[in-house]
């Protein structure tokens, strides 16, 4: 039976996500916010941070003075590394306290593959196997038997929600898959300066990390598991807007697979799924109208070529790329409608 009301913790509540996800908390009927947490800024108000947060909240304090007792449900939007040795801590000393981890500390099941994508030894390696990996139309079904669930990154959402119903379904050819994502600069967090040192950062279109972005392993991990040969390239842009995403992903299909059926079957799998909007064939789509929404928008467009389409993905990183999916999850975990605080 599903609670009346939840008591949460946000840890990272003043960067980008951690303020939207407050936001969205703070409007959630079935939420009571117990703590905000952050290393900086103790004492203040979470509101001077972002003016859209109306409602009184707790000021901005230590995650040490926590009453973890009270405490049904806490949300870490940490950089990653820090995720991991706060729920090690946490885990088996307070039975009843459930995790959502916005970073990528509980995304790789390998060890070794985490290593080697984020340059350090993970510390809560036994708990990877506790957790579960959760774009939450792919996973409803089996968060319930999770204390720690982790989010996805916004790329990989974007990406995963209209690949993995055709990789199912074999409609398309498994190699020379290309994906192009383009990201407002929200996604590199409050210290994007100090990332991407290039001129005329605000009115210019950045390429990076060609060969090796982090969330290439979280692909690969995740599409693997549905189509173990499948070849593709990812490429990722920051484009002169604060948020939103749009992923394009140029495949192969089947000869026998027209874009109409494409449609139609991801029309078919999302049907229950509020938030998946599937467009008629051969529409155009941006980020606008998914801009501060929990939506993601998809459009299968055909090529010049014949067997040649892409499929255009479009999500909010900050909200279904982060904190809405986020509260998603939080809401089948607790058994509250699907889309509470988020509509």
Known sequence: MAKKFINVVVAGATGYVGLDLVYLLSKHSKVKIINLCAQKNLGKEIKKFDKRIKKKLPKIS?????????????????????????????????????????????????????????????????????????ITELKKEKIKDFRIVSNPGCYPT????????????????????????????????????????????????????????????????????????????????????????????????????????????????????????????NTQIGTGSVIETNNCDISVCQTRLKNKIVIFSSIDNLIKGAAGQAIQNMNVLFSFKETSGLK
Not at 67 to 81: A, E, H, M, Q
Not at 82 to 106: C, G, H, M, N, R
Not at 122 to 128: G, M, P, R, V
Not at 177 to 186: L, N, V
């Open 62 to 134: 230590n995650i040490n003075n926590v009453n973890w007792k009270k405490i049904d449900l806490l949300f870490l939007s940490l950089p990653n590394g820090e995720a991991q040795k706060l729920v090690k801590k946490l885990y088996y000393k307070y039975l009843k306290l459930k995790f959502i981890d916005l970073s990528a500390d509980f995304r790789l099941e390998d060890g070794k593959i985490y290593k080697k994508t984020y340059h350090t030894i993970h510390k809560a390696k036994e708990l990877i196997k506790k957790s579960i990996y959760s």
């Open 158 to 281: 974007s990406i995963q929600i209209p690949l993995v119903p055709l990789l199912k379904k074999k409609f398309i050819n498994l190699k020379n898959i290309t994906i192009d994502s383009k990201s407002g600069y929200s996604g590199a967090g409050k210290n994007y300066k100090s990332k991407f040192n290039f001129k005329n950062f605000y009115s210019s279109t950045y390429a990076y990390a060609v060969k090796n972005h982090r969330h290439i392993a979280e692909l690969d991990q995740e599409l693997k598991k549905i189509a173990k040969n499948i070849l593709f390239t990812f490429n990722p842009h920051l484009i002169p807007s604060f948020r939103g995403i749009l992923s394009s992903i140029y495949i192969y299909k089947k000869n026998n697979v027209t874009v109409k059926k494409i449609v139609n079957t991801l029309k078919n799998y999302y049907k229950s799924d509020f938030f998946i909007n599937i467009h008629k064939p």
